[in-house]
Nanobody, 125 residues
Framework: QVQLVESGGGVMQAGGSLRLSCAAS????????MAWFRQAPGKEREFVAA????????RYADSVEGRFTVSRDNARNTAYLRMNSLKPEDTAVYYC??????????????????WGQGTQVTVSS
């Protein structure tokens, strides 16, 4: 079992920055891939970013490439999502997810079998 708890969400003006954290407990953190997804009201949950088990490989959605950075600290059992140059369209509930099935940064939700409760990010124009 893996438990995930996100934090760091809030309200930010467009152009600002936020850093989300995802604290993991349970199984060995360094053994699985991590990802961030988001869901805006009335929309499907969508992929944002993912990172491999050792942080050596990352992948991003086109909409956040160059603005967001995913990272992890296996010693602290924590994953991060640094969000710069925020836009109103980034407003959503952000979820971290863990995969005990794959170690590579996969895009599809189906690979991730543990999810956090989500943290709200609101970007005002």
């Amino acid at each position: 079992q893996v438990q995930l708890v996100e934090s760091g969400g809030g309200v930010m003006q467009a152009g600002g920055s936020l850093r989300l954290s995802c604290a993991a407990s349970g199984r060995t953190f360094s053994g699985y891939a991590m990802a961030w997804f988001r869901q805006a009201p009335g929309k499907e949950r969508e992929f944002v970013a993912a990172i491999s088990w050792n942080g050596g490989s990352t992948r991003y959605a086109d909409s956040v490439e160059g603005r967001f950075t995913v990272s992890r600290d296996n010693a602290r059992n924590t994953a991060y999502l640094r969000m710069n140059s925020l836009k109103p369209e980034d407003t959503a509930v952000y979820y971290c997810a863990a995969s005990t099935v794959v170690t590579a940064p996969e895009l599809a939700r189906v690979w991730y079998n543990y999810w956090g409760q989500g943290t709200q990010v609101t970007v005002s124009s």
